[in-house]
T-cell receptor, first 112, second 112 residues
Framework: DAGITQSPRHKVTETGTPVTLRCHQT?????MYWYRQDPGHGLRLIHYSYGVKDTDKGEVSDGYSVSRSKTEDFLLTLESATSSQTSVYFCAISVGGNSPLHFGNGTRLTVT | SQELEQSPQSLIVQEGKNLTINCTSSKTLYGLYWYKQKYGEGLIFLMMLQKGGEEKSHEKITAKLDEKKQQSSLHITASQPSHAGIYLC????????????FGTGTRLTIIP
């Protein structure tokens, strides 16, 4: 475990409601990432951050926003959840360059 | 965009047998990362390869990157129940770790 905590670990929500997932790290790594994992699609990058208040979009960013006000926290928000956002969400961190990403244990989100 | 194809998608192997998992890219690989995932958990980093022809080993797992840097293989010798899980490859196609692409994974089952 690379000092990454995701919360909540499980969540069930209704379509149209806002949802925020939290990723907290104790490693002081510069880079933080949000991925989603779906059968047949593998891991796909949603958003990433390269520093406090510095974020960029990934492959599947539509419907998601992120914020990073502190080095240790990276929040993923679904403004109005849809059933297509039912997935397992993983947070990852890295020091940058070609260093490997280290992943949290994931959040399983179900949108009904 | 880069696509990574893993084969096989699933593998059932008798304990003690050797096995190989492949990861093939449509583009040149500037960095290739192997991860293992157990059900309900995050991804655990195994090994990283960067140079054509490079080979790395850890315990009974060996990973290789071919000379053309478009295919990697993961070989497990004398498989054990602890090797069971999902193996994923992740690749940097030259855009850095901010834009890693992942394969869809290979599910490995070890039977006694």
């Amino acid at each position: 475990d690379a000092g990454i905590t995701q919360s909540p670990r499980h969540k069930v929500t209704e379509t149209g409601t806002p949802v925020t997932l939290r990723c907290h790290q104790t490693e002081n790594h510069r880079y933080m990432y949000w991925y989603r994992q779906d059968p047949g699609h593998g891991l796909r990058l949603i958003h990433y951050s390269y520093g406090v208040k510095d974020t960029d979009k990934g492959e599947v960013s539509d419907g998601y926003s992120v914020s990073r006000s502190k080095t240790e926290d990276f929040l993923l928000t679904l403004e109005s959840a849809t059933s297509s956002q039912t997935s397992v969400y993983f947070c990852a961190i890295s020091v940058g360059g070609n260093s490997p990403l280290h992943f949290g244990n994931g959040t399983r989100l179900t949108v009904t | 965009s880069q696509e990574l194809e893993q084969s096989p998608q699933s593998l059932i192997v008798q304990e003690g047998k050797n096995l190989t998992i492949n990861c093939t890219s449509s583009k040149t690989l500037y960095g290739l990362y192997w991860y293992k995932q157990k059900y309900g958990e995050g991804l655990i980093f195994l090994m990283m390869l960067q140079k054509g022809g490079e080979e790395k080993s850890h315990e009974k797992i060996t990973a290789k990157l071919d000379e053309k840097k478009q295919q990697s293989s993961l070989h497990i010798t004398a498989s054990q129940p602890s090797h069971a899980g999902i193996y994923l490859c992740g690749a940097d196609s030259g855009f850095g770790n901010e834009k890693l692409t992942f394969g869809t994974g290979t599910r490995l089952t070890i039977i006694p």
